[in-house]
């Protein structure tokens, strides 16, 4: 059965894959990022949209009601980490800029989500972390303090909502490549998978089948959890 998916960050990097993979699956995916997506599928709609105005996301969920009514998942994938700096050095804008993308925005597709889905009483929300939360890495407070609240929150939340038939849980993989990765100085990075069980970097297929498994349908029980990838 196809189910409807909302991937925030699909441009490129894992959304981008994720969008893929549940499309080869025969879902329909709903993406959406700041720029524009060449991903073509008959079941893909992207949407450029800017997740740090609240405006923006409520368009996306009016476009839902209009044209499903519901989604059945919600990934909350897209995340901003402009640089490592210490937190002497950082800015009220930098502070701001990256607590509207990785906390606010989550937490209002979270809030949308869950009006939708409570009307069926069935849905599933998965929050991106990073294995950043647990190493906590000078430079990093920013980054990992974000990806801390909105672990905490999810599992909040996932306590208040299971009464709907919703889990919510958070998935916070070692690190992969992608854009974001790549904008963090190699040598830390390396040294930051050391402490790893698993010491090389990650693989997009590791976050697809865990996903795969908290989304399933006999996942039911499967809430407020966080699952760490490559031995974190």
């Not at 009601?65 to 402009?82: E, G």
């Not at 992608?178 to 976050?207: C, F, H, P």
């Amino acid at each position: 059965m196809e189910r409807i998916i909302l991937i925030t960050g699909t441009s490129k990097g894992v959304g981008r894959y994720l969008s893929e993979y549940y499309l080869a699956k025969g879902d329909y995916v709903i993406g959406c990022s700041r720029s524009k997506s060449d991903l073509s599928h008959p079941n893909y709609t992207h949407l450029v949209k800017d997740i740090s105005n609240e405006d923006e996301i409520l368009d996306i969920f009016r476009f839902i009601r209009k044209t499903f009514k519901n989604i059945d998942i919600l990934i909350n994938n897209a995340a901003i980490n402009p640089r490592i700096t210490v937190a002497g050095l950082l800015s009220k804008n930098t502070i701001s800029e990256v607590y509207n993308v990785n906390v606010f925005a989550p937490m209002i597709f979270c809030r949308e989500a869950i009006k939708l889905m409570s009307r069926r009483k069935k849905g599933r929300i998965i929050n991106i972390s990073s294995m950043a939360v647990k190493h906590e890495v000078a430079g990093e407070s920013l980054y990992t303090s974000s990806k801390a609240a909105l672990t905490s929150y999810t599992r909040v939340i996932s306590q208040e909502i299971s009464k709907f038939g919703i889990t919510a849980n958070v998935l916070a993989p070692s690190a992969l490549y992608t854009d974001l990765s790549a904008n963090i100085n190699s040598e830390a990075l390396i040294e930051v998978l050391s402490r790893n069980a698993i010491k090389s970097y990650g693989q997009m297929n590791d976050v697809s089948n865990s996903i795969d498994f908290l989304i399933e349908d006999d996942s039911g029980s499967v809430t407020g959890q966080v699952l760490y990838l490559g031995g974190v």
